[in-house]
């Protein structure tokens, strides 16, 4: 596989990392509630490998040529999200409370899993970008390939993650009044992102 392949798939996926979504929101929120940063990526890793296995056994492309499958993935993550969002407008948590009021180590990872897995644009991102980044006539099977770059894309995924979540538990830790506006902005941009969803599938 051709270095000029990988260094510019990783390119546009660490583009798409940082550039805040749901799971930055969620990363955040995992992040002021202090021990539940590691189950949370954990989880929203867990949806990024399910689409790149997904992609990589070739039913991405059977679940693309089914809209009702993609839309029905699209509404219960809308929904999902949309729940999440409203819970965090409504009891938005500080360092402190947080403490007392997270949950286990599954429940956490479940969440993550769900945000990301019924994500339909994380689905849509690598069907579409990881055929562009293969060489069918290089020396690897393509399955082969688009697994290398999926795992490269869900390495650079975890490591910004934990960043995110360690970083704004660094930062709010002595800022509760912080703490709580930032679970407030958490929560408004999933329920901004689930209308958004909502929106695109009415259309």
């Known amino acids: 596989m051709a270095m000029s ?15 805040p979504g749901a799971d930055w929101a969620y990363t955040i929120s995992a992040g002021i ?6 189950p949370a990526v954990a989880g ?11 992609v990589v056994a070739g039913v991405g492309v059977l679940i693309a040529g089914h809209p009702m499958a993609l839309t029905a993935i699209t509404l219960l993550g809308a929904a999902y999200l949309l729940w999440l969002g409203i819970a965090l407008l409504r009891r ?4 402190s409370t947080a403490r007392q009021l997270s949950g ?10 769900c945000i990301s897995g019924l994500n339909p644009k994380v689905f849509l991102l690598f069907l579409a970008l990881l055929p562009q980044f293969t060489d069918p006539h290089g020396q690897w099977p393509v ?12 390495i650079t995924c975890t490591l910004i993650y934990l ?5 704004s538990r660094a930062l709010l830790a002595s800022r509760p009044q912080a703490a709580r506006v ?8 999933m329920v901004i992102i689930a209308a958004i969803l909502l929106v695109e599938q009415l259309r």
């Open 182 to 189: 930032v679970s407030r902005l958490s929560g408004g941009l």
């Open 44 to 54: 929203l890793i867990s949806g990024h490998l399910l689409a790149t296995l997904v």
């Open 163 to 167: 960043l995110v979540g360690y970083g």
């Open 143 to 154: 399955a082969l390939q688009m697994s290398a770059l999926g795992l490269m894309h869900l």
């Open 5 to 19: 392949f990988v260094a510019g798939f990783w390119l546009v996926s660490f583009l798409l990392i940082v550039t």
């Open 92 to 95: 938005p948590a500080t360092i």
């Open 104 to 113: 286990g180590w599954n429940q956490w990872a479940l969440k993550g899993l």
């Open 33 to 38: 509630h202090g021990q539940r940063i590691v």
